[in-house]
């Protein structure tokens, strides 16, 4: 799995959260790459402040119903079924 981790770090996120924020959405795209890939990067833009990023992954994971893998910066690990 830290493989796995590994690779995906050096792969550009897949989704971006912008100044809209969290977006139903957003949420959809996110739940059907997490079904679909298990392991996706999320980063928030410049426009988000970098300490919402904790409180964006954290509320993300729990409607996802995905676990946080990593959080660093303004970009963030989920993993789901792994």
């Known amino acids: 799995m830290k493989e ?3 690779k995906i770090r050096q ?9 809209n924020g969290i977006t139903v959405g957003i949420l959809q795209e996110i739940e059907v790459l997490l079904r679909r890939e298990q392991i996706i990067k999320i980063k928030c833009l ?3 402040p970098t300490e919402s ?7 993300i994971a729990k409607v996802t119903g995905s676990k ?9 690990i989920l993993g789901k079924g792994i």
């Open 11 to 19: 792969e550009p996120a897949k989704i971006r959260i912008g100044k």
């Open 46 to 48: 410049k426009v988000v």
């Open 53 to 59: 990023t904790k409180a964006i992954a954290h509320n």
């Open 4 to 6: 796995r981790i590994n």
């Open 68 to 76: 946080i893998l990593e959080i660093r910066g303004k970009t963030f």
